[in-house]
């Protein structure tokens, strides 16, 4: 079974993903397929057999504030508003890498290229928890090409592109604005 464990994060940065990686991999035996660092939090994403795996976290002194059991089946409450209004808070907690699934799955039905770039904006910040500032700067260049030529539902577009433009020049996260669903017209 896959599951993200998302703990407190005591102090590490994004530079410091490597080390936390391969410590946290020898010091577990755990299936560790990738970590990233948030600014609140460390998300641990990994393979588990047993429920041993939030007491062996906790033990080296990480405070597991989540466990997200990652489950790539269809859902049927992922309908266009719901996983818009999820991505938005998921994103504007720094759960990147959650954010871009949401979305994921409504792309997948409708293959609209405005919620691709919001995909593709969320997996941009992935890459600063991985520590890949290039990474991250392509993908939000692409993301802002997607975005700009599309109509983006239920989000301020020129609200948003001007953050993405901010966030490009300092390489940094931003909020959202969260928006009345039902007051944004999906233009």
């Not at 755990?30 to 641990?44: D, G």
């Not at 931003?174 to 669903?181: A, N």
């Amino acid at each position: 079974m896959r599951v993200l464990l998302i703990t407190k994060n005591p102090g590490f940065k994004p530079e410091d993903r490597e080390a936390l990686f391969m410590n946290l991999r020898k010091a577990t035996k755990l299936k560790i397929i990738n970590i990233r660092i948030a600014s609140s939090h460390i998300e641990i994403d990994l393979n588990v057999d047993n429920n041993d795996y939030v007491y062996i976290i906790e033990n080296l002194g990480f405070k597991v504030m989540d466990t997200v059991k990652i489950d790539l089946e269809e859902d049927e409450k992922y309908n266009e508003e719901y996983a818009i209004k999820r991505y938005i808070e998921l994103f504007n907690e720094e759960r990147f890498w959650e954010a871009h699934e949401v979305l994921e799955r409504v792309w997948r039905k409708n293959r609209d290229e405005g919620i691709q770039g919001l995909i593709i904006l969320a997996a941009a910040f992935v890459k600063i928890q991985e520590n890949n500032p290039e990474a991250f700067k392509r993908l939000i260049i692409r993301a802002r090409e997607l975005i700009m030529k599309n109509q983006i539902p239920y989000i301020n577009k020129e609200k948003l592109l001007r953050k993405m433009d901010n966030a490009l020049l300092l390489t940094k996260p931003f909020k959202i604005e969260r928006e009345d669903l039902g007051s944004i017209q999906k233009a």
